[in-house]
């Protein structure tokens, strides 16, 4: 393959991904003021007007207000996901933005269904921790958050199995104890039937359609750690940003 030269992303672009990371790490959390324009072309060594069209792209993508105030973060009814979180994690010590918090209703060892056992490569039927929780914002519910798994890692981290919030979260919670840590995901977005048991919860019918979001996480050694999906709250919504230059 031809190799191609690697150019840099327009100067307004790389502003704008650099403020759109802190805030997804939640560096800079919900509410919080932006540099002025001033100071971020000061700090950039950029015109006003490029300054100026960071902000405004970053407002178009949802996640700032601006007012006579300032620039603000404003992200809305946006889904915090599992991989914001573990980003969020690493940079902060939380998983969690302002205003967030997290309800577990189940942990339990269960027996792996066949989607669960395929993901986690263990044998279908072969006991694996289930934790289930609600996430929750001012809004109302964010997402119900279930995630699988290998049951051996219960005897490493028993509070795998108490139905309680993990200090460190699983991700945490496992490199600590075992040294394997997330290195690698994939998301897959997809609309799903609402299980019976999710429903209440949500506050829709069971059998109804909904925004789901899974994520499948491996190891610096290419083994899978955690298969988690996420059932979204009525008008939440998912958006990812990605250069293509």
């Known amino acids: ?21 802190k805030i997804k790490q939640g560096v800079l959390p919900q ?15 950029v015109a006003t007007a490029t300054a100026a069209k960071a902000i405004k792209h970053l407002q178009d993508e949802g996640y700032v207000r601006s007012s006579s105030q300032g620039t603000f973060v404003d992200l809305g009814r ?9 980003q969020m994690l690493r940079a902060t010590g939380s998983g969690f933005r302002p205003g967030e918090r997290v309800d577990i209703i189940s ?39 279930t995630s699988w798994l290998a049951g051996d890692l219960a005897e490493a981290a028993p509070e795998l199995l108490e139905v309680g919030p993990l200090p460190k979260m699983t991700f945490g919670l496992i490199e600590e104890r075992t040294g394997r840590r997330a ?8 609309m799903a039937l609402v299980p019976e048991d999710i429903a209440p919860v949500l506050g829709v019918e069971a059998g109804s359609q909904a925004l789901t979001m899974t994520n499948q996480y491996w190891d610096q050694h290419g083994e899978p750690t955690e298969y988690a999906r996420d059932f979204l709250g009525t008008g939440r919504e998912l958006s990812a940003e990605y250069s293509l230059d």
């Open 1 to 21: 393959m031809t190799p191609k030269v690697q150019r840099a992303a327009p100067p307004f672009m790389q502003i704008a991904d650099d403020l759109r990371v």
């Open 183 to 190: 290195a690698r995901r994939r998301d897959v977005v997809a």
């Open 78 to 86: 946006k889904l915090t996901s599992g991989p914001d979180r573990l």
């Open 31 to 45: 509410d919080a003021k932006l540099p002025s324009i001033a100071e971020l072309s000061r700090e950039w060594g």
């Open 107 to 145: 942990a339990e060892l269960v027996a792996a269904p066949a989607h669960v056992a395929e993901a986690l490569k263990v044998g279908e039927g072969e006991q694996v921790v289930q934790r289930r929780r609600v996430y929750r914002d001012d809004d109302g519910v964010v997402a119900v958050s």
